[in-house]
C-alpha cells in the first residue's frame, strides 16, 4: 500500500519522482504483454476506420462533435493501441497524436495509421515526461476510458495537459465513475466489494479486475510476476487538480452507462441507477 502522502511528499521531491518512475515503468512493461489483444484486432480496426467508423462513445461523440471548426491537432495521451486516437480523425480533427507508455502498443497504433495512411504520429514515453517539442500545439488534449487509474501523480498529470495545450485549448476526459472502484464485480445487485469498499482509498493495487485476467490466460508463465500499479482518483482530486493549474470548466456530466462489462450479473434497470462514466471539458485559461 502507497499513500497519498507518500505520492505527494513535497519534502522528498527527487525520491518521489524516482518512485513514481519506477511504478509507471513497472505497468508500462505489464501494458506491453496486454498489447497483444491490440495487435490482435489490428486488421479488424482497420477496415473498421477505414469504413467511416468511430470507437468513440455515444456522449464523446455528441460533446466532441464540432472539432472540424476548431481542431487541428488532437494529443491523446495513453492512446493504447490507437483506435480511439485515430477515431477523433472521424470526429474531424486534422491531425492526431498519440502518447502511450508501451512500445508495443505504439508499434501496433502506427501500423493502423500507416495502413490509413493517416495523419497521426506516435510517442513512446511516461505521459508524466512527455517531450518538450509537444508544448503547446494541441488544441484539444484528450483522455479516454481507463486511463487516470494508472496515473500516479494527478497534480503533475495536470500540468502535463495543461503544457500541451495551446492557449484556450480544451481538455476532454471520459473515464469509468470512480465509484465503480467500490462496487463487488461479482455479485447480483450493487453491493460493497468486501476489500475494495472505500471511495476515499489512497490505496495503489495492481490491476486485478483488468488486464491481468487477460494476462493469466495466456501460456507465458513469466507473465504472473509482472507489476503494476493503479489508483482511484475522486471525482474532487481530479476537479481540484485542474484548477490548481488554471482550467475553466466548460462541462461536467455523469452518466448510467459502463464502458466495459464489469458488472455481467447486474441486471441492467439495477445498474443504471448509479453512474459508471463521466465526461469533463475543460478549457486552458
Known sequence: MVSRHFISDKNKPGKMRNEISTLHRETGVAWDATAKLYEDSEKSDI???????????EPEQRILSDLETWCNCAIHLQCAGGKDTLSLLMQGAKEVIGIDISQRMIASAKRRSDSLQANASWYCCDVLNVPKSLDAIGDLLYTGRGALPWIMDIQKWAKVVRRLLK??????????????????????????????????????????RWPFPFLARQEDPELVNLRMHERQWTLGQIFEALLNVGFNLIHFDEYP?????????IPKEILTRLPHTYSILAERN
Not at 484556450?168 to 467500490?182: A, M, Q
Not at 452507462?257 to 450479473?265: A, H, K, S
Open 257 to 265: 452507462i459502463p464502458y466495459w462489462d464489469q458488472f455481467p450479473n
Open 47 to 57: 477496415a473498421f476506420l477505414r469504413d467511416g467508423g468511430n470507437n468513440l462513445m
Open 167 to 208: 492557449p484556450k485549448g480544451r481538455l476532454f476526459v471520459f473515464e469509468g465513475h470512480p465509484l465503480d472502484w467500490i462496487w463487488d464485480t461479482n455479485a447480483s445487485d450493487i453491493r460493497f466489494h468486501v476489500e475494495r469498499n472505500n471511495y476515499f482509498t489512497e490505496k495503489i493495487v495492481g490491476g486485478e
